[in-house]
């Protein structure tokens, strides 16, 4: 019985896959924030270099990944996929569940997968620097690792809560060549703005998204790059789920459940979106669950429209599950989960009935993650620990039903950076936050009113 499949290196998957050709029918375009028509490529050439504008607007089903990207996936892909025996043994059940562990990247989580993409796309572009922002700081790290790769400049604004609370993202940003600020910063005209009217706001995705926007649409030689939602970025992370199609077909399995949990959505669609042609194909017939985090519940209570990508409504309006761009999800710990909305391909997905969703609270996710630690060795990090907790409870299903599920999820990242998180749940510390529908109320009415 196996414990960890491994793919040889020269079986590293050679293109990436773009599910739009797929899809029954194509996802609503991304509209002009202005005029609300569609947007064109030259709407996006002064954020993103051509090459990856292409591929957002991509019908090519399976795009060949460079042979320079693929040199630096070589460092830690193909990733392993394990056998939870320990897991299955704990629940005691028929269900056979394996995991795919992204956390083996130099920086310890899937967003090395786009960051090496998009820093590759960039520098063949003739760009000098990257802006960006991050949240718990796993895009942050995971973009300067990839910028110092190819010898671009790397500038990150971090949400000030987090920049406070997890100093070791700025040394390990810093130890890359980046530079970081903490956001809401003077460095730019939003986020002086944002100071004057709150000087002790503690920042938000949205609110940092902003910055780096607006920090590469007024520098010719800077450009932007993002780390979830868009739909480039969500294909450069199918790498995921290629590799662990191939892992499973090594040991004649089948998945019944693909789970993945889900912030702006790129680990998840990495993951399943192979499955998903699969299922399409009538190959397999998967259920395929994305799980997010009880406060911040954009797909399983999200309203399902256009809205603003970021808090400063600079982005173009996209069609997805949201909360409203100005809701600021509670402090969770899962920082890479507090989003305000999903994206639009995951969102389509949702509404075309071909994944579910779930939402889980935070005391319950880690409670099972330090079950899932004790018997599995890995401490995951604090994101991952919702796909874990859908699984622990996928099994338990099963073990009630008595039927033999196969359950595939992604340990998208360990956590070594969240051990104040850990600390929290041990000392019994750690709490829960009720789903604010009157916040989110209040932050729908200054959703955009578009029409058709
Ligand atoms: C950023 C992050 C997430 C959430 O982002 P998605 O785009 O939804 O994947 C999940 N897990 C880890 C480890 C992350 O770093």
């Not at 051509?50 to 957002?56: C, H």
């Not at 299955?88 to 269900?95: C, K, N, Q």
């Not at 389509?348 to 889980?360: D, N, S, T, V, Y």
Request: overall charge negative; aromatic content about 8%; glycine content about 8%.
């Amino acid at each position: 019985m196996a414990t960890k499949v491994i793919l040889p290196e020269a079986e590293l998957p050679t293109h990436w896959y773009n599910i739009v050709p797929d899809l029954p029918t194509p996802p609503p375009p991304v509209l002009h924030p202005g005029t609300h028509q569609p947007v064109g490529p030259d709407d996006l050439a002064p954020l993103f270099p051509m090459d990856l504008i292409l591929q957002e607007v991509s019908q090519e089903r399976f795009v060949e990944i460079p042979e320079e990207v693929r040199e630096v996936y070589r460092k830690w892909r193909p990733s392993p996929l394990y056998r939870a025996h320990g897991l299955e043994r704990l629940i005691g059940g028929p269900a056979r569940i394996y995991y795919k562990y992204e956390g083996v990247s130099p920086v310890g989580s899937h967003k090395a997968n786009t960051a090496v993409a998009q820093a590759y796309y960039n520098a063949r572009a003739g760009i000098r620097k990257i802006s960006t922002e991050t949240g718990a700081g796993q895009w942050g790290s995971a973009l300067a690792f990839a910028c110092a790769q190819f010898g671009l400049e790397c500038e990150v604004y971090m949400v000030k809560a987090s920049f406070e609370q997890k100093p070791y993202r700025k040394a390990m940003i810093e130890s890359y060549g980046g530079k970081i600020h903490a956001s809401p910063s003077t460095n730019t005209n939003y986020g002086r703005k944002v100071l004057e009217e709150a000087p002790d706001t503690t920042g938000s995705l949205g609110i940092a998204i902003s910055e780096a926007v607006e920090v590469a649409a007024m520098n010719a030689d800077t450009n932007y790059a993002l780390g979830s939602v868009l739909n480039h970025v969500l294909m450069h992370q199918t790498i995921i789920g290629e590799e662990a199609l191939r892992q499973l077909a090594m040991v004649d399995e089948v998945p019944d459940v693909v789970i993945g949990c889900a912030g702006g959505g790129s680990n998840f669609a990495g993951l399943s979106f192979p499955f998903v042609r699969e299922k399409l194909a009538g190959k397999m017939d998967p259920r395929i669950v994305a799980v997010e985090p009880a406060a911040a519940p954009s797909l399983t209570r999200g309203e399902y429209r256009y809205d603003f990508g970021d808090t400063g409504m600079l982005t173009p309006l996209v069609k997805m599950h949201t909360l409203g761009h100005d809701f600021l999800p509670d402090p969770i710990h899962a920082g890479g989960l507090r989003y305000h909305g999903m994206a639009p391909l995951v969102s389509h997905l949702k509404e075309l009935g071909l994944i579910e969703a779930a939402a889980l609270h935070q005391t319950e996710t880690f409670r099972r993650a330090v079950e899932f630690a004790r018997v599995e060795g890995i401490i995951p990090g604090a994101e991952p620990t919702h796909a874990i907790a859908q699984a622990m409870i996928e099994a338990e299903k099963a073990r009630e039903t008595g039927e033999e599920k196969v359950i595939l999820f992604n340990l998208s990242g360990h956590g070594h950076f969240d051990m104040a998180a850990y600390q929290a749940f041990v000392d019994g510390k750690l709490q829960d936050y009720e789903y604010p529908a009157d916040r989110i109320a209040k932050s729908m009415k200054k959703v955009p009113i578009v029409a058709g």
